[in-house]
């Protein structure tokens, strides 16, 4: 086995980095809980670009100041249903927005936005943890209490499970057909190897958390990349036992949550993967309703071009109750910040609370 090529933290605390290979959007915060799917940072480009006239919406001449009338500004996103647009008056107007997008400028009276973001690279959790350092533009680390395997290989998959073992004393701890069953299906199991692709692909059909082996053929490493599952290997490419050090780790933490974080950069170049076994079981939030939303709490958006992401409300804007032929009722809105230099209105109904005061 190659020196360093496993690093391991049998027992305290868990520092795990999760970075962009280049600078993007970092929507974390600094002290923030975050869960195994929490979006830590993304790098998106944007594949198409629309025009809006308002001029009739808002009953405008071509000759007046559009930019008097708008309640957005240049660079600002908006979501679907969010104010852009409004007049006063004896007729109150207003325009909301029918898709979402970045607000770009005013071209021949025409607001120009871009939609449709394609990602290009994106970092989560992958585990539960403390948000304890943000690195600018790039991502964050996140930071737990227990038990930490940094291995060899991954098939840039995540995942997580009970952590369960094969018998080890059985057909030298080779995974195989005798190793599936159901208590397989949501668990994430460890062996000392595997030597057959049919046992990788019968393995699938049980919707396992994950596998760990000590090591594994480099001919069944494709076969692990087309799973859709995580597989983790520790120690070694080839056929082997799992090291000491490894399945001492392992076996201390059975029956213990596991989560496996196995990822690739933008380049498709696969990040060395990572078992995080904290040491408090994870208990995710049940409830999530939306009469408990006030300033200063942590929601999640929803939909849209943030959606997925956390952020504080900052503000509760109210809607507008007025309905007539030529005014749309607007929903009752939020304003949310999601970092320092990110702040966004949107629905309340586009937001969920995840972090409720006591």
């Not at 027992?11 to 195994?36: H, I, Y």
């Not at 249903?81 to 400028?105: C, D, M, N, P, Y």
């Not at 849209?304 to 992401?309: D, L, N």
């Not at 507008?320 to 032929?325: G, I, M, R, W, Y």
Request: glycine fraction near 10%.
């Amino acid at each position: 086995m190659p020196e360093e090529a496993v690093h391991i933290i049998s027992s305290g605390t868990v520092r795990c980095a999760r970075l962009l290979s280049e600078d993007g959007t970092v929507v974390v915060f600094k002290g923030q809980m975050a869960d195994p799917t929490t979006q830590i940072a993304f790098r998106k480009i944007w594949s198409r670009h629309f025009s809006l006239n308002i001029l009739d919406a808002l009953d405008l001449d071509p000759a007046d100041n559009i930019r008097e009338f708008l309640t957005i500004k240049e660079g600002d996103f908006v979501s679907v249903g969010e104010q852009i647009a409004k007049r006063e008056g004896r007729r109150k107007l207003s325009v909301t927005a029918k898709a979402s997008g970045r607000f770009l400028g005013i071209s021949a009276n025409r607001l120009i936005f871009e939609s449709d973001p394609v990602d290009i690279e994106s970092r989560v959790a992958g585990f539960p943890g403390v948000v304890t350092d943000i690195v600018n533009n790039r991502g964050a680390y996140l930071e737990t209490s227990g038990s930490y395997i940094k291995g060899l290989w991954g098939n840039g998959k995540c995942g997580q499970g009970i952590l369960l073992s094969i018998d080890m004393e059985k057909n030298n701890g080779i995974f195989d057909l005798d190793s599936i069953s159901v208590d397989l299906a949501g668990a994430v199991v460890f062996a000392n190897t595997c030597t057959d692709a049919n046992v990788l692909k019968t393995a699938a059909k049980m919707t396992p958390g994950g596998l760990i082996f000590g090591s594994l053929p480099s001919y069944l490493l494709p076969v692990a990349v087309s799973l859709p599952f995580p597989i983790i290997v520790t120690d070694w490419i080839g056929t082997g036992k799992i090291s000491n050090p490894v399945h001492l780790t392992l076996g201390e933490n059975i029956i213990k949550f596991a989560y496996l974080y196995s990822d690739n950069n933008a380049s498709g170049k696969l990040i060395r993967p990572e078992i995080i076994i904290p040491q408090d079981e994870y208990i995710p939030e049940k409830e999530n309703p939306l009469n408990h939303l006030g300033i200063g709490s942590q929601v999640r958006i929803i939909e849209g071009f943030y959606g997925g992401e956390l952020g504080i409300v900052v503000d509760i804007l109210p809607g507008n109750d007025e309905n007539s032929d030529n005014t749309e009722i607007a929903p009752d809105q939020v304003k949310i910040c999601i970092d320092e230099e990110t702040y966004v209105t949107l629905p309340k109904n586009n937001v969920e609370v995840i972090n409720l005061k006591s």
